[in-house]
């Protein structure tokens, strides 16, 4: 999902040359559970598959701002404007909080921003669909954050403090908008027809791509297993996407709306439920930025930069002079 391996070819093979003794070290803190920290030596490996890793999540916070920050100005109440202004603020700072932590990998700033404003950067799929009724934001509150906290909850105990520590508060934060989310869904569901026509066309429309966020199957995911051996993953895109499927067909019931899936039903014998195949043919196209608002996307992330140049420039200026002052 945020997180989820989509740049091809960037499996990272071990580096020759690196001292035994220290990478025999490194794998036993590892097995111990304990988190590795900036200063603590690590195999450049680990430390480029975080980059990838922890750059790709902040790059999908701050992208998964705009498809909902669309419908500020249209929230149908001030109480609702309030709370998504809230929301997608927070995922301003949840992109904050993984920019800094992929700084203390060594990585800059203006690098992993550059990265993503040429393309050459993934971030989540999903954020590729438009929104384009009022149901879309209690969609994504539902699905979308409630697929992030299902594959982000495991990261608050992933081997790299600093990412590790940043999810803490990212996960309570997620925990609300799935809220928000699942309360707009609520108010129309049981509301006029024409509300709840609303509400099933937004799940009609969000269920497979919200599947599509955990990333490709088991089978297909070839950065998976080291990742898992680092703690950088602790559960399979499949075993999430199963765990996802399980809560929300439940909570789909109580809205009396239908997960647009004729193969959804329960199995008795897994104790769980079944479900259709999934359209991956979709899903790469959109890694592969053919996603129906793809260009939008990233045209307003280069447009947002380039009109806040001068906030930048303000802050650099003001710092000089301040320690120009310093100095004097
Ligand atoms: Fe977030
Ligand atoms: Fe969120």
Redesign the pocket.
């Known amino acids: 999902m945020y997180t989820t391996e989509l740049q091809k070819g960037a499996a990272p093979a071990a580096i020759a040359n690196e001292p035994r003794a220290l990478i025999d070290a490194f794998e036993a803190r590892i097995a111990e559970d304990a988190f590795i920290e900036p200063k603590d030596w690590m195999p450049e490996a680990y430390r480029r598959t975080l980059i990838r890793q922890i750059s790709q999540h902040a790059h999908s916070e701050v992208v ?1 701002m705009l498809p909902e920050g669309n419908w500020i100005t249209r929230a149908p109440s001030l109480r609702r404007k309030a709370v998504l202004l809230a ?1 997608v603020q ?2 301003g700072g ?1 992109g904050l909080y993984l920019y800094c932590a992929a700084e203390t990998l060594g990585a800059s700033r203006g690098e992993m921003i550059d990265a993503l404003h040429s393309g050459r950067a993934k971030y989540s799929t999903i954020f590729n669909y438009p929104t384009l009724t009022w149901a879309d934001i209690g969609a994504i ?1 539902w699905l ?2 409630g697929a ?1 906290i299902m594959n982000q909850v495991p990261l608050q105990r992933a081997s790299y403090g600093p990412y590790a520590r940043a999810m803490v508060r990212v996960c309570k ?2 925990s609300f ?2 809220r928000q989310g699942y309360e707009i869904m609520m108010v129309l569901a049981k509301g006029t027809d024409e509300q709840r026509a609303m509400a099933q066309d937004a799940l009609d429309r969000w269920w497979w791509p919200a599947l599509m966020m955990f990333g490709p199957p088991d089978d297909n995911s070839p950065n998976s297993e080291q990742s898992m051996r680092w703690r950088i993953k602790r559960d399979s895109n499949d075993a999430l996407r199963q765990k996802f499927v399980d809560v929300s067909v439940p909570q789909a019931d109580y809205l009396g709306l239908t997960i647009p899936d004729p193969d959804l039903a329960w199995n008795e014998a897994r104790g769980q439920y079944d479900y259709g195949a999934i359209d991956w043919d979709e899903f790469y196209a959109v890694v592969a930025g053919e996603g129906p608002v793809a260009k939008e996307r990233i045209e307003a992330r280069r447009k947002a930069w380039d009109d806040n140049a001068w906030v930048r420039d303000a802050a650099a200026a003001h710092e000089a002079r301040r320690a120009a002052r310093k100095a004097a």
């Open positions: 998964g929301k927070d995922e949840h509150g979308v954050d992030a934060e997620e908008h799935q």
